[in-house]
């Protein structure tokens, strides 16, 4: 298996939504559509997926590029990160961890962050291996 990382494309909209969607646990909703085609024009976000030549398409991560006082402009702040069961423990989440780095790097964003929810906690020593540290707890107000 050889697997690279690129940018995401229109074609890929349907395979990624669907790794969101089971990421997420629950229904797609029809909104995700013109958020995915917002984010490949790469202006507040951007999509990467790790795809091998035979497979297709085995990840996705995505982004959203925030501006905050405290960080002087943008800040990077990886979204959703979710890899085919098929391809676990080829370093597909790697490869896309490595990629959302570089790209930020490469943006001039002085920092990456994400939200570990509960539901995910498992998955923090894998941010760990990449540089991501505890910082606090978030808390959201739905509305």
């Known amino acids: 298996m050889s697997v690279t990382i690129r940018h995401a494309t229109a074609e890929d909209r349907a395979i990624c939504i669907d790794f969101i969607?089971?990421?997420?646990?629950?229904?797609?909703?029809?909104?995700?559509?013109?958020?995915?085609?917002?984010?490949?024009e790469r202006e507040r976000g951007a999509i990467y997926v790790a795809e091998d030549d035979e497979l297709g398409v085995l990840g996705v991560a995505s982004v959203s590029f925030n501006l905050a006082i405290r960080f002087g402009g943008e800040y990077c702040q990886l979204e959703e990160l979710y890899v085919d069961p098929k391809a676990r423990g080829k370093n597909c989440g790697g490869l896309l961890a490595q990629?959302?780095?570089?790209?930020?790097q490469e943006r001039g964003c002085p920092d990456v962050g994400l939200y570990i929810t509960h539901r995910h906690a498992a998955n923090r020593p894998f941010y760990e291996k990449y540089g991501f540290e505890d910082v606090g707890i978030e808390v959201r107000q739905k509305l």
């Not at 089971?22 to 013109?34: E, H, I, K, Q, R």
């Not at 990629?99 to 930020?104: K, N, R, S």
């Open 99 to 104: 990629a959302v780095i570089d790209g930020a």
């Open 21 to 40: 969607g089971t990421l997420n646990g629950g229904p797609v909703l029809d909104s995700w559509s013109a958020t995915f085609d917002a984010l490949i």
